[in-house]
C-alpha cells in the first residue's frame, strides 16, 4: 500500500517538473503579490471615493429642487420629480459600489467577509464622505463641473435655471442689474435676456430681498408684447435665489440656511402676499405660492 502511494507521489512529482520545464513556469517574485495587493486596495479606495462623490452630487441635487415652487413651474409633482432626479450619480455609486465590493475580495485576506457586510462597509464608508464632501461645497462641483461635461445629463441647477426661465408662464429668474427709486428693476434672465420688471405689487419685504440679493425668482405676469422683444414683466413675488451647498471657502454648507423664499415678515398689519393690483388676481402661480406663503407663517410662528 505504501509502495502504491510512493509511486503516485513520484508519478505527481515527475508531471509537475516536466509540466514547469514544458511550459517554462518560473515562480512569481514577492513584490509581485505584494503590488497585486496594493492594487486591489488602491482601487477599493478609489471606488469608494467616487461613490462619495456620487453621493455628495445626489445630496447636492434634493437639496436644490425646487420643492415649495412645483405648482409654479410645473404641472405637477411628478414632472419636478421625473425631471430631477439625479439618475446618473445614482447609477455611479450603484457601480462603484460593485466595483469596490469586487477589489475588496481580491484581497489578501477579502474572500473571508460577507457579501454583505462588504457592501455595508463601502455603502457606510461612500455616506460618510459624501457627506463630508457635500458639507464643503464638492457635490456642487461634482454635479455641475463634472457632471455637466457627460452627455444627457443636466445638472440640477440647470434644470432650476430652466424651469425659471418661462416668462409667458409666469416664471422669471435671473440676476438683479439695477434697481431704481421707485422699486422697478432690470433683470438679466438665464437665457441673457433682460427684462424692465413693475414692482408696484411688491411689498417692502419683497423690495428688501431684492436689495440683498443680487439673484432672485420672481412670479408674476409678463406684458403682452413681453413675448416678442421690450421684455417688460409684472412682478407678484419676489424670492431670493439661493444654491443650498455652494460654499468651498465659506462655513460648511450643513451650517447655511437651506430656506429658499427669505419674505417671512409681516408688511405693518397687512398681509405680505396681498395684491395692490388685479393684475395678479388669478394667476396660476399664485395659488401656488399661497401654499408658500402659509407653510411660512406657519414655520415664522412656530419658532417666536
Not at 70 to 87: G, R, V
Not at 167 to 181: F, I, N, T
Not at 182 to 210: H, I, N, Q
Not at 229 to 237: E, I, P, R
Request: glycine fraction near 6%.
Amino acid at each position: 500500500m505504501e509502495n502504491k502511494k510512493q509511486s503516485h507521489t513520484e508519478s505527481l512529482v515527475t508531471k509537475t517538473f516536466s509540466r514547469i520545464e514544458t511550459e517554462h513556469i518560473s515562480p512569481r517574485p514577492k513584490w509581485e503579490f505584494w503590488v497585486t495587493e496594493k492594487a486591489f486596495w488602491g482601487f477599493f479606495c478609489i471606488s469608494v471615493l467616487i461613490g462619495a462623490a456620487a453621493i455628495a452630487a445626489v445630496i447636492f441635487t434634493f437639496q436644490n429642487i425646487g420643492w415649495k415652487f412645483y405648482l409654479a413651474t410645473e404641472n405637477d409633482f411628478s414632472t419636478l420629480l421625473f425631471t430631477s432626479l439625479p439618475y446618473l450619480w445614482v447609477g455611479a455609486i450603484t457601480i462603484f459600489t460593485g466595483i469596490a465590493y469586487y477589489n475588496f475580495r481580491h484581497t489578501k485576506r477579502g474572500y473571508r467577509h460577507s457579501l454583505i457586510l462588504i457592501l455595508f462597509s463601502s455603502i457606510t464608508a461612500s455616506t460618510l464622505l459624501g457627506i463630508l464632501f457635500y458639507a464643503f461645497g464638492f457635490g456642487d462641483f461634482v454635479d455641475e463641473e463634472i457632471g455637466g461635461r457627460i452627455p444627457f445629463h443636466r445638472s440640477i441647477m440647470m434644470e432650476e435655471r430652466s424651469r425659471w426661465s418661462q416668462p409667458l408662464r409666469g416664471a422669471l429668474g435671473g440676476e438683479v442689474l439695477y434697481l431704481d427709486e421707485r422699486g422697478d428693476f432690470t433683470l438679466r434672465a438665464f437665457d441673457g435676456k433682460e427684462w424692465l420688471v413693475d414692482s408696484s405689487d411688491l411689498t417692502e419685504d419683497d423690495r428688501e430681498v431684492l436689495r440683498n440679493h443680487s439673484q432672485v425668482r420672481i412670479v408674476g405676469v409678463p406684458f403682452a408684447e413681453s413675448a416678442s422683444s421690450t421684455g417688460k414683466f409684472h412682478a407678484c413675488f419676489i424670492f431670493s435665489w439661493e444654491v443650498v451647498g455652494r460654499s468651498p471657502w465659506g462655513p460648511p454648507a450643513l451650517l447655511v440656511a437651506t430656506s429658499a423664499a427669505r419674505i417671512v415678515s409681516r408688511d405693518n398689519e397687512r398681509n405680505i402676499f396681498e395684491m395692490r393690483s388685479n393684475k395678479c388676481r388669478g394667476v396660476r402661480p399664485y395659488d401656488a405660492l399661497q401654499k408658500v406663503r402659509n407653510i411660512k407663517q406657519t414655520t415664522t410662528h412656530e419658532t417666536q
